[in-house]
């Protein structure tokens, strides 16, 4: 079996081998070619490059380059894809290399989060693995089973999918709500001088999910999960990584589940012509068997209205307010505002949309489970 292994505690582009790349560009060379059929074992590095430390000090978190993300591992040349194909990718297990993983909120000036406006400070949480379990000197009280997976795997765009990616997000950009290019930390695996800098200053930054996949962070593509990946070059150029100990949905935090340095079991087929004969756009996925399993669920609702402000059906609004409804009232139960912000989002609380046809106010919740925590937290 072809295994790709990481040194934990080396930066990808310091790494004995060339193991991965941290940009989506064409043109990055696959380090490995795979047969459909054949199973390969792939470890990655953590999504911030090995720059969080196991301690008590958020410095780390203050002084991160977030241009250093995402250092995927791969990319696999597999036999046979063709653009037009779907990828049949199996995650055939998924775990940690280490024996600990973090949670961040990053200050509001370096990126913040989705609630950054209510915690623009930084801050970090250490969890601790315990096989299956995890807990955290940063967040007493609770502990719970970890939904392993990974927050970041896809195929590579083909050149056109690339300059309609840079394109549409431009005016983003211009505004400071997308990344652009960014050359000066890119790490494109193999490729070096003109091709390099050519690559450099077009390949997209890892930041948003896209046709491709990339970075969606669905908690769910977890063990056995079949996912199934439009191709757009020759050969897919399948990449992973930023996998996670555990996750809720919509890792608000943006440093936002319990982030690992882990591996992965991968396994691969092809269906030729798929794309078109299904009508896929984006991947789609079935969910594995393994799953972590809660009786009870505390749920949180929230509306599109914020701050006296009545938005129109905005599922945002209203999910940002589920979750400081949520916030809150944990700290009414012995949380701070910042352990409660980074408990929810790595922990394995379901968020769900309520209704959204129901005009001015979409609904949305956010269901906590009870069970990870060492006392009831249920009014009284
Ligand atoms: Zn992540």
Redesign the pocket.
Known sequence: MLEIKVNPDIRLAEQKEIIGHNRWHPDIPAIATVRPGEEIYVEAL??LDCQIANNDDVSDIVNIDLTRA?PLSGPFHIVGAEPGDLLVVDLLDIGPITPFGFTGIFAKENGGGFLTDYFPNADKAIWDFHGIYTTSRHVPGVRFAGLQHP??IGTAPSMEMLHKWNAREAPLVAKGRATAPFADTAFLGSLKGADFDRVAAEACRTVPPRENGG?T?IKNITRGSRIYFPVYVDGANFSGG???FS?GDG?IAF???I?MKGFMKLGFDIIKGGVAKYKITNPIFVPGPMDVRFEKWLMFEGICVEDGIQYDMDATVAYRRACMNCIDYLTTQGFTGEQAYMLLTACPMEGRIGGIVDIPNCACTVALPLDIFDKSILPK
């Open positions: 953590d999504f995402h927050g970041q970075n962070d930023d996998l996670h996750q890792e440093c936002g589940a982030e």
